[in-house]
Nanobody, 122 residues
Framework: QVQLVESGGGLVQAGDSLRLSCAAS????????MGWFRQAPGKEREFVAA????????YYADSVKGRFTITRDYAKNTVYLQMNSLKPEDTAVYSC???????????????WGQGTQVTVSS
């Protein structure tokens, strides 16, 4: 199993930017797709973005397309989520996940980080 640790959350104003990081460790960490989900209070967890193990393909929820960018650094075994033009509705706990790309996109991976809070004030 892959161990995941997120960082970079915080409190920002609408229109600001944040970059989340997810550091992966474990024997097969670099061979997995990785992704981000978020969960706001009282709402279901929802897919945000994913990137394949090669980095050649990325996937985004419609709500974040054009504002969020997912990238990965193989040397650091880290995935980043650059979030620009943040909106109050982006407020949520953001969690990182890793695994085969289909399970990552579906939120069915067994490997999850502890989550990091992002709060966007209006």
């Amino acid at each position: 199993q892959v161990q995941l640790v997120e960082s970079g959350g915080g409190l920002v104003q609408a229109g600001d930017s944040l970059r989340l990081s997810c550091a992966a460790s474990g024997r097969t960490a670099s061979s997995y797709a990785m992704g981000w989900f978020r969960q706001a209070p009282g709402k279901e967890r929802e897919f945000v973005a994913a990137i394949t193990w090669s980095g050649s393909s990325t996937y985004y929820a419609d709500s974040v397309k054009g504002r969020f960018t997912i990238t990965r650094d193989y040397a650091k075994n880290t995935v980043y989520l650059q979030m620009n033009s943040l909106k109050p509705e982006d407020t949520a706990v953001y969690s990182c996940t890793a695994g085969p790309v289909r399970t990552v996109k579906a939120g069915l991976s067994e490997s999850w980080g502890q989550g990091t809070q992002v709060t966007v004030s209006s």
